[in-house]
């Protein structure tokens, strides 16, 4: 299977600890995002990596999160003291950046948080 | 703020008939993007279409773009039970040259075909 790839698909962790997810992208694909979705909306971007470098992050991404992408290739995203308010869909997905024009992104299936 | 907008929110047919959802943005765009989500798993991109574009088939799938009125429309013809999900539109605005890709998607609307 040469898609993006999520792990863990489902993480349920109690308010206060520490969550990690990993992120495979398409493997030429040097463009990685990370959205989150949360129910009954649509996803909202949380930040980009263009290689190893973490290009753009939005306000959504607070102090809490911190997102890596050592050696541009897999990618992680870390909660750190997770809150009830962190109960999302976190969706990973990836282009190449020759595709300026289209930017076509292919999602990988999410990692559901639930944080009790 | 929800770049795109779609209505409605929900939609209800049964198997055979077209499906038409729409979708409303607020900034200029590079492109506009149609992506279908079954029940709590990930995004599968439908159809593209670029801003200097009107009109995009794929085969069950008509979009159109109306750039004078920020809005496009998804027309699934002859639905199946199969195409019951969640549908979103997603843009992209490369304003000048410094985003980076980033999609803005709307609400989204739930269709569901009745077998």
């Known amino acids: 299977d040469t898609g993006v790839s999520q792990n863990p698909r489902h993480k349920i962790t109690k308010r206060g600890q520490n969550v990690t997810f990993r992120c495979d992208p398409i493997?030429?694909?040097?463009?990685l995002y990370w959205y989150r979705q949360t129910l009954g909306q649509g996803p909202e971007f949380l930040t980009y990596?263009?290689?190893?470098?973490?290009?753009?992050k939005s306000r959504l991404l607070s102090d809490r999160f911190s997102a890596e992408r050592p050696k541009g290739s897999f990618s992680t995203l870390e909660i750190q003291r997770t809150e009830q308010g962190d109960s999302a869909m976190y969706l990973c997905?990836?282009?190449?950046?020759?595709?300026?024009?289209?930017?076509?992104?292919?999602f990988g299936p999410g990692t559901r948080l639930t944080v009790l | 703020s929800q770049q795109g907008e779609e209505d409605p929110q929900a939609l209800s047919i049964q198997e055979g008939e077209n499906a038409t959802m729409n979708c409303s943005y607020k900034?200029?765009?590079?492109?506009l993007q149609w992506y279908r989500q079954n029940s709590g798993r990930g995004l599968v991109h439908l159809i593209l279409?670029?801003?200097?574009?009107r009109e995009k088939h794929s085969g069950r799938l008509r979009v159109t773009l109306d750039t004078s009125k920020k809005s496009s429309s998804l027309l699934i013809t002859a639905s199946r039970a199969a195409d019951t999900a969640s549908y979103f539109c997603?843009?992209?605005?490369?304003?000048?040259?410094?985003?980076?890709?980033?999609?803005?998607f709307g609400q989204g609307t739930i269709l569901t075909v009745h077998p």
């Open positions: 900034t200029s765009i590079n492109n």
């Open positions: 997603a843009t992209y605005a490369n304003a000048g040259g410094t985003s980076y890709g980033k999609l803005t």
């Open positions: 997905a990836s282009s190449h950046s020759w595709d300026r024009v289209l930017n076509e992104q292919f």
């Open positions: 279409i670029r801003s200097n574009e």
């Open positions: 990596f263009q290689n190893e470098a973490q290009l753009e």
């Open positions: 493997s030429e694909h040097n463009r």
